[in-house]
């Protein structure tokens, strides 16, 4: 199932020193795999739940963590999880962080399903394949720079932690890892006064690279956005009317939803 299980002391604890938990904090773990990181989380937090799709390794879990009573297992598809109504039942009052190594094939999904659809999380630390790492800090105009790169700095603050060989893996994957902090923003980065129009915006800027966001605009499915209007609001914003999306900056993108 995509799983490369952490094995690396000294990474370990850096993903953990780089939550920010402490004895107070709730902790959500995705994907624990073999509990190594688990252990850490548990010994550091009030209270770690580990969700586990894989049912081959719950026996191992309840060997490596079963000891730990602030642990508990559950046996689920994170992405069929009700997040906020888990969180409320283990957790309470507590502060809550995400925090694992995800499986790499999934990992876009779960971070995405997370920032959208949960109140309740004050941050997201993971183990993420680098080249998603790279996209989500990235800067405005390089190549890196998309539609992730918005969202993820939309919700949240983004900071790398540190980054991760393969050898620190067992079986080692084919690429290179990093340790990513998401700080959860009490309010989004910048003003948009209709999220569901900001994004479909986005989506449809870097759908399409290649051709002008005037181009991309006006023949989006996700969009009813005449030429005249785009190139309007563009030149009203002193932008070039033949900028592509990836020039846009996310204070950009607000500014042209809010004004379309």
Do not use: W
């Not at 309470?92 to 995405?112: K, S």
């Amino acid at each position: 199932m995509g799983q490369n299980f952490l094995i690396d002391k000294n990474v370990l604890n850096e993903i953990v020193e780089g939550s920010g938990i402490n004895e107070n904090y709730g902790v959500l773990e995705i994907g624990p795999g073999a509990g190594t990181l688990t252990r850490e989380l548990a010994q550091n937090s009030k209270k770690t739940v580990a969700v586990e799709i894989d049912t081959r390794l719950l026996p191992l879990l309840n060997y490596t963590v079963g000891e730990f009573k602030n642990f508990k297992l559950i046996n689920e598809d994170i992405m069929k999880v009700d997040l906020n109504k888990l969180i409320e039942e283990e957790f309470g009052d507590m502060p809550v962080a995400v925090v694992a190594n995800l499986p790499y094939y999934i990992t876009t999904p779960i971070i995405m399903k997370i920032l959208e659809t949960c109140n309740k999380v004050k941050s997201i630390t993971v183990m993420i394949q680098k080249e998603v790492a790279d996209r989500m800090i990235a800067e405005p105009g390089g190549k890196d720079y998309g539609a992730l790169t918005v969202a993820v700095q939309y919700y949240t603050k983004p900071e790398i932690i540190t980054r991760a060989t393969p050898d620190c893996f067992m079986p080692p994957p084919k690429v290179a890892s990093t340790v990513i902090h998401l700080a959860v923003l009490e309010e989004p980065s910048v003003k948009a006064d209709d999220t569901k129009k900001f994004f479909n915006i986005v989506k449809s800027a870097f759908g399409q690279r290649r051709k002008t966001l005037i181009n991309a605009l006006s023949k989006s499915p996700y969009l009813s956005a005449e030429k005249t209007d785009i190139e309007r609001v563009l030149t009203e914003m002193g932008l070039d009317i033949n900028i592509r999306g990836e020039k846009l900056s996310l204070s950009d993108f607000a500014e042209l939803s809010n004004k379309l």
